[in-house]
């Protein structure tokens, strides 16, 4: 588990996810994501495979969305969340003639009630790959259950 800011009470306000189940991130910029008032706030996630030393997906960007939203779902879980509980996802595209082939696959991952969503053409990402996710989920799994570190 990482640091935590804690209340008066000394109950964690926010709580850092870390999994070895998604891409490792530079820890004096950012964490995979966070706990906080019952919800896991994720960071941006890539196609990149955590099995193949956090390379990114070859191939179309349908494979690099089904990873994204793998890695998603890696962080959410390690935050006590799954994918069925997010309220919330934002898309970075730097195509948007790409639009209906993430569609496809975000479509594979959400059932009949769909999170609210953002999806928006940016210029470039991270590693020059061509689409970003994140998303904010609700916690399920309480109780002092481990948030952090699979």
């Known amino acids: 588990m ?6 008066h009470a000394t109950r964690p306000l926010r709580v ?7 891409p490792a991130t530079k820890p004096e910029l950012m964490s ?7 919800l896991v706030y994720t960071s941006g996630q890539v196609g990149k495979d955590p099995a193949k030393n956090d390379q990114l997906v070859e191939g179309p960007i349908t494979a690099r ?4 939203i793998q ?12 994918i069925g509980d997010v309220i919330e996802v934002n898309i ?5 003639a790409q ?5 496809q696959i975000y479509q594979q991952y959400f059932g009949n009630l769909k999170p609210a969503r953002t999806c928006v053409a940016v210029k470039t990402l991270p590693g020059n790959t061509d689409v970003e996710i994140k998303c904010i989920g609700i916690v ?9 570190k699979l």
Do not use: P, W
């Not at 850092?16 to 998604?22: D, F, M, V």
């Not at 969305?65 to 994204?68: A, E, I, K």
């Not at 399920?140 to 952090?148: C, I, L, P, W």
């Open 2 to 7: 990482a640091s935590s800011h804690t209340s």
């Open 16 to 22: 850092a996810i870390e999994t070895s189940r998604a």
């Open 32 to 38: 995979q994501g966070i706990v906080a008032n019952g």
């Open 65 to 68: 969305t089904h990873r994204c």
């Open 71 to 82: 890695n998603l779902t890696a962080i959410l879980e390690a935050g006590g969340s799954s």
């Open 92 to 96: 970075f595209l730097t195509d948007m």
């Open 99 to 103: 639009y209906g082939e993430v569609n």
């Open 140 to 148: 399920r799994r309480h109780k002092g259950e481990k948030q952090a």
